[in-house]
């Protein structure tokens, strides 16, 4: 059974910085994707960006130059480091592990960490 837990949200100020966690626990598969990923209140929920097993990065045009993923291959954890944060960035943070097959894809889910960014 696979486990995706996000952590690290909080409050703070615009312009300040947050860097969230995203550990997964449990077999990944070979071929995965780890997307982080947000909804503000009374939105849908919006792409942030991607990181492929291959090492390529898809990122959302209003997470580039601001936002940055990266991981930590020893511990199976992957960040986002939000940078110069603004109140629009306030929503719920969520980090979904695809593991892709040639058959189907399957996608886990954590269950969102809380930024808010205060003017």
């Known amino acids: 059974q696979v486990q995706v837990v996000e952590s690290g949200g909080g409050s703070v100020q615009a312009g300040g910085s947050l860097r969230l966690s995203c550990a997964v626990s449990?077999?990944?598969?070979?071929?995965?994707?780890l997307g982080w990923y947000r909804q503000a209140p009374g939105k849908q929920r919006e792409f942030i960006v991607e990181?492929?097993?291959?090492?390529?990065?898809k990122y959302a045009e209003s997470a580039k130059g601001r936002f940055a993923i990266f991981r930590d291959n020893g511990k199976n954890t992957w960040y986002l480091q939000m940078n110069n944060l603004e109140p629009e960035d306030t929503a719920e943070y969520y980090c979904?592990?695809?593991?892709?097959?040639?058959?189907?894809?399957?996608?886990?889910w954590g269950q969102g960490t809380q930024v808010t960014v205060s003017s």
């Open positions: 979904k592990m695809t593991f892709i097959t040639p058959i189907r894809d399957h996608d886990n």
């Open positions: 990181m492929h097993s291959s090492g390529r990065i």
């Open positions: 449990g077999t990944i598969f070979s071929t995965h994707a």
